[in-house]
């Protein structure tokens, strides 16, 4: 049955992950469709010279040149009036860390995910950090480093006196482990500073956190069941997020009821220190001992095949259809 609510679906952007936008917004769009919903898509890269047929904007090569300076234009498109709600499948810079976000208020129309300050927050390691410590969320020990300021000797002085190796060292802003390196010694330093400083103008360097990969889904004041990621390799990096048999899951993760009650709790708090609203997936590393370590949140999970989030929602008796049609309901609150 057809609804009534019409939604704009933002696909693809300028970040390094709009391949992975895409592969999550053509995953929306189709659900959003089985849904009834009156869709619409708009991919903000290229501005007022949008495709024309909707499986263009999900395809890996480009329909058109794509460009930062575009947003404005297309921000300002006819497609956005009289729209309910504007579902947000960007990834990264610019579609995750409230510039997006802000457009969109200054127009006043409602999006999926969490508002200005919290998206920004999130996308912020370092300040995500600094509230953790706040909040009581538990992370590992970090530093970061600006392209301002780079003294490889200091560095290498504070992660021996307090990181120690092995220590990850990755962007400041960036999503889907694009940048990220993990150190095991000393000379190793100096290229991971600088691959991250590619992504971004502050470097995080945190302390690595032997042991497991967990993962939790929030859905407003619903936790949902933990995922416990088994990479391939010894980093949950790109390639195992989105290539095929590179990572294998198991949700509910299998660990004793007080570890996930604490995950589960751990999670919200988190969530909720952030101002996050709506959805986000918060994510951990848990050592040995069941010890649990925040790394951060994201505010606008993916929704790929690979992607965490419906995997979780599924463990929780949630299809991908109802998972999408509750994001819409919170938003719309």
Same mark, same amino acid.
């Given at each position: ?18 391949? *992975? ?11 959003? *469709? ?81 508002? *200005? ?217």
């Amino acid at each position: 049955m057809k609804k009534e609510k019409k939604i704009l679906l933002l696909v693809g952007g300028i970040s390094p992950e709009r391949e *992975v936008s895409k592969s999550s917004g053509e995953n929306v769009y189709n659900a959003l *469709v089985k849904l009834g919903y009156d869709v619409t898509v708009v991919d903000p890269a290229y501005g007022d010279n949008q495709p024309k047929e909707n499986r263009l904007f999900f395809e890996s090569t480009d329909y058109s040149l794509i460009s930062r300076e575009n947003y404005i234009k297309a921000i300002n498109l006819p497609e956005f009036d009289n729209v309910d709600l504007v579902f947000n499948s960007l990834h990264g810079k610019y579609g995750e860390d409230g510039t997006i976000q802000s457009l969109l208020e200054l127009k006043k129309i409602k999006y999926t995910g969490s508002g *200005v300050l919290a998206s920004s927050l999130t996308m912020d390691k370092c300040a995500s950090k600094i509230l953790f410590q706040h909040f009581d969320v538990s992370t590992p020990k970090w530093f970061f480093v600006s392209e301002d300021y780079v003294n490889m000797t200091e560095i290498k002085e504070k992660i021996k006196d307090s990181i120690l190796y092995p220590c990850v060292i990755k962007p400041n802003d960036q999503g889907s482990t694009i940048g990220l390196s993990i150190c095991h010694k000393e000379e190793e330093i100096e290229a991971a500073v600088k691959l991250a400083l590619q992504f971004s103008s502050k470097a995080l360097i945190e302390e690595f956190i032997e042991g497991f990969e967990l993962t939790v889904g929030v859905l407003d004041s619903l936790v949902l069941p933990p995922l416990e990621i088994k990479p391939k390799k010894d980093c949950y990096d790109y390639e195992c997020k989105y290539t095929d048999g590179m990572s294998e899951y198991e949700v509910p993760a299998q660990f004793p009821v007080e570890v996930l009650d604490n995950l589960k709790n751990q999670a919200k708090l988190a969530f909720d220190a952030l101002g996050c609203t709506s959805y986000a997936r918060i994510d951990f590393r848990v050592n040995r001992k069941h010890q649990i370590y925040c790394l951060e949140a994201n505010t606008l999970p993916g929704m790929t095949s690979h992607s965490l989030l419906p995997k979780m929602a599924f463990a929780a008796g949630i299809s991908f259809e109802e998972l999408i049609e509750k994001i819409i309901t919170y938003s719309l609150k």
